[in-house]
């Protein structure tokens, strides 16, 4: 990684410092059922990032005051490992790391059918174990599916990605360098097939051109990563009845 402030962005061919053109995504690795003690559980690698999700619930709530009659509470806790940035970060939990746990359980909410529960919860636990830039966004994307692991009934899956603008121009998908040197940065999380927003926020400025052609960019991001959480269900499940079919036909021939 290139340290201190990059002499540009953007190269003179509209290349990014990682080799990617304006309006492409970083390498996207998903994998669904990687923790045998959570209820469901995902893994993403986007980039350098690499984020593990537990979902556990729904389940009896503690304290009991905080039970709701109609529904499910949500708890969302996102937590950075001391290793995950170059410089240490301390173990205690940090202001942004509440923001975005908050900001991560509000953009998942409108997903799941919490009023099948009532008086439990359905916890979830990030754990960002190596960080670079965009850690929200690819967070709401193993969480989506660390839910759908779990059995919890949801209108959709939640995909989401950030664009911005760096070097002068708006960008897909923003790195670490990015996110620190460039003029904006936007994540947005979306129900593709209801197609409704659920995390819209913004950091920096873009006029009203560039807002729309971000926001455009940052929609089709959500809908290509959709198709890629897809794609990893299919792999999960699919293995799974395979193997179950497989033992069920052993078990007659023998």
Sequence with gaps: MIKGYPERLIDENGLRLDGRRPDELRPIKLEIGVLGNADGSAYIEQGKNKILVGVYGPREIHPKHAELPNRAVLRCRYRMAPFSTE??????????????????????????????????????????????????????????????DAGIPMRDLVSSCSAGKAGGEIILDLFDLEDKYGDADMPVALMVNLNMITLL????????????????????????IRGLQVEALKKRYQGIVEREGTSEFDEEGT
Excluded: H, W
Excluded at 112 to 138: H, K, N, W
Excluded at 204 to 221: D, H, Q, S, Y
């Design 201 to 224: 926020q913004m950091d920096g400025k873009l006029n009203p051109m560039e807002f729309e052609k971000a926001f455009t960019m940052a929609m089709e991001g959500c809908r290509k």
């Design 87 to 148: 410089e240490r970060k301390n173990p205690a939990p940090s202001r942004r790391e509440i923001e975005i746990s908050k900001v991560i359980r509000e953009a998942l909410e409108p997903a799941v059918m919490s009023e099948y529960y009532p008086r439990t919860v359905i916890d979830i636990f990030i754990e960002a174990l190596q960080c670079d830039g965009g850690t929200r966004c690819a967070g709401i994307v193993a969480a989506s599916l660390a839910l759908a």
